[in-house]
């Protein structure tokens, strides 16, 4: 097993002694999250980027930067840098060849693919009552003060996300069917986000306030600068 030594700017790993490259140019460094998915392992990585990367393989371009396409929530990305002639491989939260990826048009994967890496890290931020006490316990009010306040930024903006991928897609009066497909499945995942931020809160100041409802769907309306998307069952 081979483990990476060397820190560079910007959290990134260096991984040149791989030898792995792509369009004749080397895949130089990669993002420490995606070496702790290989358990540090760079052998293993190394060979992933090999055979996810060779002539023939399942890969597409997404822009200037190019993806493994696979039916998961996650895939393998090689971003070109710009102080550098090299690659720098991380993850890119979303699967092309997954039944969400697979419905976004050709024409859009790139303004989708910024949307999915602005919402990447308010999407996976679930805060339980339980995470206020720790904060609080450690660095008091103010802790929670300014973790709940990151929280609410976070969300904030997850929503301007995806409301500039609506409008990115607005091409008639009315949203092509797949961003709306798209938007609605992306607000029951924010609002049950949201949902876990505000229990959160009320649960630190006031205790227990009962089993948390699970979002299935909703009679809920979110306004965007294209319109409005509505939240409602299909009948």
Known sequence: MT???????????????????????????????????????????????????????????????????????????????????NWHANYFRAGWGSIEGARIPREFRLQYARYVDRRH????????????????????????????????????EWYDALDNLLDSAQTA??????????AKAELLDWHRTREYLTSAVLEYHHGDTGPRPETVFGNLCFHFTTGSVELAPDL
């Open 3 to 85: 483990m990476v030594k060397i820190l560079l700017p910007e959290g990134r790993l260096d991984i040149t002694a791989l030898n792995v490259s792509f369009a004749d140019l080397p895949v130089a460094s990669a993002s420490a999250e995606l070496v702790r998915g290989f358990g540090g392992d760079l052998d293993e990585l190394g060979e992933w980027l090999r055979e996810g990367f060779a002539d023939g393989a399942s890969w597409c371009r997404i822009g200037n930067t190019v993806h493994t396409v696979t039916e998961g929530d996650a895939e393998i990305r090689l971003v070109p840098r710009a102080d550098d002639p």
């Open 121 to 156: 890290k308010a999407r996976e931020s679930c805060l339980q009552g339980k995470d206020l006490r720790a904060v609080a316990a450690k660095d008091g009010a103010a802790g929670v003060d300014k973790l709940v306040r990151s929280h609410r930024a976070q969300l904030a």
């Open 173 to 182: 009066p009315d949203l092509p069917e797949w961003a709306t497909s798209v």
